[in-house]
Each structure stands twice: as C-alpha cells, then as structure tokens.
C-alpha cells in the first residue's frame, strides 16, 4: 500500500501531513499529483469528501518549493478558484496547513468584506491565492491586481461554476492569465459546457476520473416523510425532538425561508443558526464557526452551502424542501456521512414534489423508503408539480435565487483540512503554452460568492 513517505513529496509538505494524522493518499490523490507533478494539465472527476483538494494543493506547493521564487507584486504564482466563498475559504484554510512549515504565503479574496485589506496583500503578492471570480474581477478592472505572471490555475468544483453562471467570468480570467502556465480543472461531472472550457484552456490535458469506493447515497440511510406544505413546519419540529444536541443541516429552497425555520427552531429551544447569500460575511462566519464548534449545531441552509461545507459529524440532512433540480438533493445529503462516515437523511415532500422526489429516486438509482404511507395525489397535481419542476430548471445557472450583484455583500468560512497529498517525482515542472479567447462577463458572475 502506498504511503504518504514513499511518494517523493517535500519534508515540509511531510510533516505537515504527519501533523494532520494521514499516511494513505486517497484514490483521486494516488493517481492526480503524480501528473501534476510531471507538469501535465489535469481533469479530475471527482465527487466532494474524496480528497480532492489535497491532490492540487500539495503538488503546487511542492513545485513552488522547487521552483524558489518571489511572489511578484499584485498577483500570485498559483491560483485557485472557487465558487462560494466558503469553499475558497476552507480551501484556503487547508492551503496553511499545508504550508505550515514553509516560508510560501496565502490570502483568501472574495466579496462581502473591505477591499482595503485584500488589496494590501495583493500589493505585496502572494505565492497562492485563492478566490471567487468576482471579486477577483473587480481588482482586476480596478487595476489593483494582474494575473500575467500567475504560473498555476486551478478551477475547483468546475460545474458549479457553471450552475452558478460563473463560466464568462471564467474565461475572462483565464484570458488574463499568462499563457505559460499549468492548469488543473477539478468537477464533480463533465458535461459539454465543462468540456468546451477545457478544450480551450487545457493543453493536451490528463482526465483522472475517480468513483468513491461507495458512493454516499449507499452510506446514507435515507427517508422520506410525506406531509402537507402547511403541515411541514410542525413535522420538522416533532422530528427533531430525539436530535436535540446532534449535529443538523435543514435545507430550504429560499434565503427567507432559512430565516424563518431557524426561528421557528430557536423557538422551540433548538440552537440554530440561518446561513444563505443575504448574510454578511462576518454573520456567515460566526454561523459555521457556531455550528463546528457544537455552540449551534442546527444549520439552516439553502442549496449555496450544499457543496461549501465540509463539517464532520452532521447527523442528520433534512431536506425541508426538495430542490428543483435532483443532482443539487444529492449535493446536499452528501454533507453527512463524509469521510466514508454513515450518516441519515430525511425529506420531508409535500404532494407537489412528489415528482421530485420521483426524479431524485432515478438520479440515484434507488427508491427513499417512506417513514409513513404515501397519500394519493390531487388530481391535477403530478401535471402542475412538473410544470413547477421544469421551471425550477430554467432558471439554474442564470442567477436567480442566490445570486448576487457585484456589489452584493458575500462572506466566507472555513473548515478543517482534509486528508491529502500524493506524489510521485519532484523537479521543476513543464509548462504548457495556452490559447485565450474569453466572453464579457455576464451579470450573474457574481452569484453566491
């Protein structure tokens, strides 16, 4: 089996992994640093809680440690981007662990905070910086920053991006990027839009596509509560009498309607906090730093922290409404049983998401056992609950819901470091020419930052 010791890797990069407790690289982490590590483009195809963010983020340290230059002024030798700014921040926060016993620097940059700061670190460059697009756009435009001399990209939760209307801002970026660069392309799937990208920024790129052991759905106990709309706010609360003190995320389809289901918690003396696109950067914050600590274990949430937020120990996922598009219910019960943990999920599915419910089932090949016998629908409901549903899947992507204007405020989090690391040979790596090409950055470049 291999070891963490046997792949090469920087004592630096050893040792912090060593402080960490990890000895056994994980799949994505095995097979994606050795090609990154010989200077090769990357496609990893990886779902989140596989350790993905481990296997960009130690071979870039290891090929800055070799490389042994000085961050240049208004910009960054490596820089990764994230959708949310949770993930940049948990990113982030993983990235000085690693580099803990190094002299290499990182920032984390996103909107929903002072750009006083952010621009003061710019100045004196950067040797890793992470970032959402926007805000990286308007230090850009501002001329605060410059990415010419950036010699690493990497594009973490890629279709994300795309979900969220972030793939002009995107290209934009990747166009101001110097041409000489190594780029790595992380996503949970590769649909067409995904591949059109790395088409045209990828030189002759290496696709590492890895499935879990066991998928999370096969790890999850999963039921399905059936209720009335009307009647959901009192059968979420009877069902989490026997969690009092367990650790919970609630998911709900709107930022007012996380509000108003904390209350409703907090109420019946539950300690919950709300978190969703209209919550300050430092309200966000204090929210996660709440519930990690166990302070406030009862997240409420809607579909922004569905992939930002890597917290062991959650209990229990409740879907308090089912989301329009199937793929996003399976982003959210991934929050429990992480790191190859069980874990529970409920739904709770009033009669115009049944259809839902019957689309998530086939996303994911199997059927959610009922905690109570399903009533007969309405007739005319199944017609109008699809209506409902395709509209929902309309508007993925062009901003609606979270999404945020450039001057929108937006905040960050952050979260333990997960497992990482792999390697293979050291030395300085190729790098790869690129072509550009790049569309004006569309109004929805900003959502859920």
Same mark, same amino acid.
């Given at each position: 089996?291999?070891?963490?010791?046997?792949?090469?890797?920087?004592?630096?990069?050893?040792?912090?992994?060593?402080?960490?407790?990890?000895?056994?690289?994980?799949?994505?982490?095995?097979?994606?640093?050795?090609?990154?590590?010989?200077?090769?483009?990357?496609?990893?195809?990886?779902?989140?809680?596989?350790?993905?963010?481990?296997?960009?983020?130690?071979?870039?340290?290891?090929?800055?440690?070799?490389?042994?230059?000085?961050?240049?002024?208004?910009?960054?030798?490596?820089? *990764?981007?994230?959708?949310?700014?949770?993930?940049?921040?948990? *990113?982030?926060?993983?990235?000085?662990?690693?580099?803990?016993?190094?002299?290499?620097?990182?920032?984390?940059?996103?909107?929903?905070?002072?750009?006083?700061?952010?621009?003061?670190?710019?100045?004196?460059?950067?040797?890793?910086?992470?970032?959402?697009? !926007?805000?990286?756009?308007?230090?850009? !435009?501002?001329?605060?920053?410059?990415?010419?001399?950036?010699?690493?990209? $990497?594009?973490?939760?890629?279709?994300?991006?795309?979900?969220?209307?972030? *793939?002009?801002?995107?290209?934009?970026?990747?166009?101001?990027?110097?041409?000489?660069?190594?780029?790595?392309?992380?996503?949970?799937?590769? $649909?067409?839009?995904?591949?059109?990208?790395?088409?045209?920024?990828?030189?002759?790129?290496?696709?590492?596509?890895?499935?879990?052991?066991?998928?999370?759905?096969?790890?999850?106990?999963?039921?399905?509560?059936?209720?009335?709309?009307?009647?959901?706010?009192?059968?979420?609360?009877?069902?989490?009498?026997?969690?009092?003190?367990?650790?919970?995320?609630?998911?709900? +389809?709107?930022?007012?309607?996380?509000?108003? $289901?904390?209350? +409703?918690?907090?109420?019946?003396?539950?300690?919950?906090?709300? *978190?969703?696109?209209?919550?300050?950067?430092?309200?966000?914050?204090?929210?996660? %730093?709440?519930?990690?600590?166990?302070?406030?274990?009862?997240?409420?949430?809607? %579909?922004?922290?569905?992939?930002?937020?890597?917290?062991?120990?959650?209990?229990?996922? $409740?879907?308090?409404?089912?989301?329009?598009?199937?793929?996003?219910?399976?982003? +959210?019960?991934?929050?429990?049983?992480?790191?190859?943990?069980?874990?529970?999920?409920?739904?709770?599915?009033?009669?115009?998401?049944?259809?839902?419910?019957?689309?998530?089932?086939?996303?994911?090949?199997?059927?959610?056992?009922?905690?109570? %016998?399903?009533?007969?629908?309405?007739?005319?409901?199944?017609?109008?609950?699809?209506?409902?549903?395709?509209?929902?899947?309309?508007?993925?992507?062009?901003?609606?819901?979270?999404?945020?204007?450039?001057?929108?405020?937006?905040?960050?989090?952050?979260?333990?470091?997960?497992?990482?690391? %792999?390697?293979?040979?050291?030395?300085?790596?190729?790098?790869?020419? +690129?072509?550009?090409?790049?569309?004006?950055? !569309?109004?929805?470049?900003?959502?859920?930052?």
């Amino acid at each position: 089996m291999t070891r963490f010791t046997d792949l090469g890797l920087n004592d630096s990069i050893l040792s912090a992994i060593a402080e960490q407790g990890y000895e056994t690289p994980t799949p994505i982490q095995a097979r994606a640093i050795p090609q990154v590590l010989a200077g090769r483009d990357l496609i990893g195809l990886a779902q989140t809680g596989t350790g993905k963010t481990a296997a960009f983020v130690l071979p870039l340290i290891h090929q800055l440690l070799a490389d042994n230059k000085q961050a240049p002024g208004r910009s960054c030798r490596a820089l *990764i981007l994230a959708p949310t700014r949770e993930l940049a921040a948990q *990113i982030e926060e993983q990235v000085r662990a690693y580099t803990a016993h190094t002299k290499l620097t990182s920032a984390v940059i996103f909107g929903g905070v002072k750009a006083g700061p952010q621009i003061r670190v710019l100045a004196r460059g950067v040797d890793i910086l992470v970032a959402t697009p !926007g805000r990286l756009l308007d230090h850009l !435009g501002e001329r605060k920053a410059r990415l010419d001399l950036t010699s690493f990209v $990497v594009l973490d939760e890629a279709d994300q991006m795309l979900d969220l209307g972030f *793939i002009p801002a995107i290209r934009k970026l990747l166009r101001l990027v110097g041409k000489e660069r190594q780029t790595l392309m992380f996503s949970a799937t590769m $649909v067409p839009a995904i591949r059109q990208l790395a088409d045209d920024f990828l030189s002759n790129p290496e696709t590492v596509a890895v499935t879990p052991p066991s998928k999370p759905v096969e790890r999850i106990d999963q039921k399905v509560l059936y209720t009335e709309a009307a009647d959901k706010p009192e059968a979420l609360i009877d069902l989490m009498v026997p969690e009092a003190g367990k650790r919970a995320i609630i998911f709900t +389809r709107t930022k007012h309607g996380a509000d108003r $289901v904390a209350k +409703r918690l907090v109420k019946y003396g539950h300690k919950a906090n709300a *978190i969703h696109g209209d919550k300050s950067q430092n309200q966000r914050t204090r929210a996660l %730093d709440a519930f990690k600590s166990g302070e406030s274990p009862v997240l409420v949430a809607t %579909d922004i922290a569905a992939r930002g937020i890597d917290v062991d120990g959650v209990d229990l996922v $409740v879907n308090y409404e089912l989301p329009n598009v199937a793929e996003n219910y399976v982003h +959210r019960i991934g929050r429990t049983a992480r790191a190859g943990a069980t874990g529970r999920a409920v739904a709770l599915c009033a009669p115009d998401e049944r259809v839902m419910l019957k689309d998530i089932e086939k996303t994911m090949g199997v059927a959610i056992a009922g905690l109570n %016998d399903a009533p007969p629908m309405p007739k005319g409901e199944a017609a109008k609950s699809k209506s409902r549903r395709r509209g929902g899947r309309r508007g993925q992507g062009q901003g609606q819901g979270e999404g945020a204007s450039s001057g929108q405020k937006r905040g960050g989090a952050s979260g333990k470091p997960r497992q990482g690391g %792999d390697g293979a040979r050291s030395g300085k790596p190729q790098r790869n020419r +690129r072509g550009s090409g790049g569309q004006r950055r !569309g109004p929805s470049a900003t959502a859920a930052e």
